[in-house]
C-alpha cells in the first residue's frame, strides 16, 4: 500500500509539471540518483534530526525548460516505517531560471512526508514548504566560484497545533 502511494505521489508530481511546464522533448529529461550512508541525520541548518545511522536517497528529475521534481528519502536502519526523523519522504517540483543581470530565480513547493506515508496513523504531520531563492554566481577563477543566496521558505503544517511559519536563509555557496 505505502509503495502504491508512493508511486502516485511520483505519477502525480509529473502531471503537475506537464501542466505547468511547457512541451518537454524526451531528449530534454535527465535523471540523476544519489545514495548516502550516514551515521546521523544532520539538516541543513546543522541541527541533529536522528542520532543513529541513515540510508538517505535523491532522485532528482531535470525536464528541461527549468522545471524540476525531486524525491527524497531517509530511512532509519530500524526495519520499520515511523514516526521518527529518520524516516521521511520530501517531494519538490520548482522551476528555476535567469531573471536578468545574472540572477537566478528558484520557485516551487516542497511536501515534507514525515513518515508513516502521507500522514498514516502515528505520524508527527507533515509540512507544505512553498519556496522562493535568488542567487547570483560570480567566477572568481575557472574553477572557483561564489554564489550568495536568499530563499524565503513558508512552512504549512497539515495537522493543526503544530507551530511553523515563515524561514528566511541568506547563504554563500562555493
Known amino acids: 500500500m505505502k509503495v502504491a502511494r508512493m508511486f502516485g505521489g511520483v505519477v502525480l508530481m509529473l502531471a503537475i509539471l ?3 511546464c511547457p512541451v518537454i522533448s524526451q531528449a530534454d529529461v535527465s535523471l540523476t540518483w544519489t545514495e548516502k550512508f550516514l551515521s546521523k541525520s544532520v539538516l541543513s541548518n546543522g541541527v541533529e534530526a536522528y542520532d543513529e545511522t541513515v540510508v538517505q ?7 528541461g525548460k527549468g522545471c524540476y521534481a525531486d524525491i527524497w528519502w531517509s530511512t532509519g536502519l530500524n526495519a520499520k516505517l515511523s514516526k521518527g526523523f529518520d524516516d521521511e519522504i520530501d517531494w519538490t517540483i520548482g522551476c ?7 540572477f537566478v530565480l528558484d520557485v516551487g513547493v516542497s511536501y515534507y512526508d514525515l513518515a508513516e506515508l502521507f ?9 507544505v514548504q512553498p519556496f522562493a531563492q535568488v542567487e547570483k554566481t560570480f567566477k572568481l577563477s575557472m574553477e572557483h566560484s561564489l554564489t550568495p ?6 512552512m504549512i503544517p497539515t495537522r493543526s497545533g503544530i507551530q511553523a511559519g515563515p524561514l528566511v536563509h541568506l547563504g554563500l555557496r562555493h
Open 18 to 20: 506537464q501542466v505547468f
Open 96 to 102: 528555476t531560471g535567469n531573471i536578468g543581470k545574472g
Open 149 to 154: 543566496y536568499i530563499r524565503l521558505e513558508v
Open 119 to 127: 500522514s498514516g496513523k502515528g505520524a508527527i504531520g507533515d509540512f
Open 57 to 63: 536517497t535523491d532522485l532528482y528529475i531535470s525536464l
